[in-house]
DNA sequence: AACCAGGACTCTG
DNA sequence: CAGAGTCCTGGT
């Protein structure tokens, strides 16, 4: 069927969203295994002129179905006003030509955010979206061919690196040994991961923090290990749909300072209080505009 | 082959 | 509270 929204499938997908990895590609397709009310699904999705085109296969109603599509690409965030509100602001007119249907890629379960945000701290896109690839491959289910994200206790419960692993199990090789975390290349974030997956298993509910306001849901989030206040930020607006966030790296730094401060050096913290005040609501578009614009104009050529 | 990029954390002053 | 050093891996 078609979901009359407009939306750049293909730009949305390879924007790298630390909510999940890009879902695969299949001829015109992406398709992955979606949880949805606890019943596991395939979606499917095609872009359709400015439209998509979306089929499922599973035990849900069209109706359950259709509305996690909608929430997962965030199909009912009005981009005409929002680029209504770009073109106001000199600053900003341009990005709307270079980053016209992008919209956020929301993920389907905040627990796989949490771990692939920490994963993709000090990291490439490229490679904490392989980890986590590989962490699903490892010790999520299979379903038709598509792996869902391992579960709490699961993960909680994972060897850490091939020495751990060798050490507790009767494999007589440690070679053999790539059935833990360090195996998927995510290097000494591993005990942060899985300190993480035991906080939320004793004291941390992930269920209450779309409960909170942006202030609360960020002092809770900040106490994960290997959570800092940009990936905290990114956890909030691509896992939970805070839109107030505005996640400021040293990339946004750079952008925001060329395009308000006259290129000079601001702390990272103090872009992120600016972006928040300026752009209220619309900060976390704005964000991922900033970065795409940034990306495909040459502007992060020419700021490095 | 040495060096760098990328955030969070820990230790120091 | 600011600044510096370290963590791991893939890229040059």
């Given at each position: 069927?078609?979901?009359k929204?407009?939306?750049d ?19 015109d ?76 890629f929301l ?18 896109i ?14 999520g289910?299979?379903y ?12 909680q ?8 692993e ?36 004793l004291?941390?509910?992930?269920l ?18 290997g959570?800092g ?74 700021l490095?």
């Amino acid at each position: 069927m078609i979901i009359k929204s407009p939306i750049d499938l293909e730009l949305t997908q390879s924007s790298g969203q630390t909510s999940q990895p890009p879902w695969k590609k299949i001829n015109d397709s992406y398709r992955e295994v979606v949880n949805v009310n606890d019943k596991l699904a395939i979606f499917d999705v095609k872009q359709s002129g400015d439209y998509l085109d979306f089929n499922f296969t599973g035990d849900v109603s069209e109706n359950e179905a259709v509305s996690r599509l909608r929430y997962i690409y965030d199909l009912d965030f009005d981009l005409d006003e929002f680029y209504k509100y770009l073109s106001n602001h000199s600053e900003l007119a341009d990005m709307s030509d270079f980053c016209n249907g992008l919209r956020l890629f929301l993920a389907p379960d905040p627990f796989e955010c949490v771990i692939s945000s920490i994963c993709s701290a000090n990291n490439s896109i490229k490679r904490w979206t392989k980890s986590v690839s590989d962490i699903k491959q490892k010790w999520g289910d299979n379903y038709n061919g598509f792996y869902t994200f391992p579960g709490i206790s699961t993960l909680q419960n994972v060897f850490l690196d091939d020495e751990e692993e060798f050490d507790l199990t009767n494999e007589e090789d440690i070679c053999m040994c790539k059935n833990n975390l360090k195996s998927c290349g995510v290097g000494y974030r591993a005990p942060y991961m899985r300190k993480a997956s035991e906080l939320f298993t004793l004291e941390m509910d992930l269920l209450e923090i779309p409960k909170m306001t942006y202030e609360e849901a960020l002092e809770s989030i900040l106490k994960v290990p290997g959570v800092g206040p940009k990936v905290a930020d990114c956890i909030l607006l691509y896992g939970f749909n805070f839109k107030e966030a505005f996640p400021s790296d040293v990339w946004i730094k750079r952008i925001v300072s060329y395009l308000y401060f006259d290129g000079k050096d601001i702390s990272v913290s103090k872009v992120r209080e600016f972006g928040m005040e300026e752009f209220g609501d619309y900060a976390g578009y704005v964000q991922l505009y900033m970065f795409h614009y940034a990306r495909k104009s040459g502007l992060m050529d020419k700021l490095k």
